[in-house]
């Protein structure tokens, strides 16, 4: 899997194409050859963008789900609803399909942050709104998410 850092900020032109900022691009020249795989996120209004081998991972995961249960097949078809295969081109950009750029409100100014194993596309407006959380109710998020999670034997607590 693929650890990107960074969140950064770019524009998109009237054609849906964003140029990958150079500290990403840097990142991600180990796995254009590649390719990428561009989604909708299941729960934000924002865009995931993985690495082939990424997604070819998700797939698997998916892939063991019994396909002849309703719920199964609904939730496989709703997550891979628009899916589409990208590339970044020689120069750096990133075409994102119109239907794709409707569904995340893409306007002219985006961020790109990483996430594990896949990069978020946000405009930024709902991006600043999505992180717009006061310092206690981050504090209290991050206990509640990490804080019961198995310490490492040699860590003190």
Do not use: H
Request: hydrophobic share 40%.
């Amino acid at each position: 899997m693929v650890n990107l850092i960074g969140t950064y900020e770019c524009k998109v032109d009237a054609k849906g194409r964003l140029m990958v900022p150079a500290p990403m691009k840097k990142q991600l020249v180990p796995i254009m050859q590649e390719g990428f795989v561009l989604k909708r996120s299941v729960f934000n209004p924002c865009l995931e963008l993985y690495p082939l081998e990424q997604w070819n991972k998700e797939m698997e995961k998916i892939g063991e789900l019994n396909q002849y249960v309703k719920e199964n097949v609904d939730f496989i078809r709703m997550f891979t609803a628009g899916v589409k295969l990208v590339d970044v081109d020689t120069n750096g950009r990133l075409l994102i399909p119109k239907d794709l750029v409707r569904v995340a409100k893409i306007n002219k100014e985006v961020v790109l942050n990483s996430s594990i194993g896949k990069v978020e596309i946000w405009d930024k407006d709902l991006y600043e709104k999505s992180i717009d959380t006061p310092a206690e109710e981050f504090a209290a998020l991050a206990e509640r998410v990490m804080g019961n999670k198995n310490r490492n034997a040699n860590e003190l607590s």
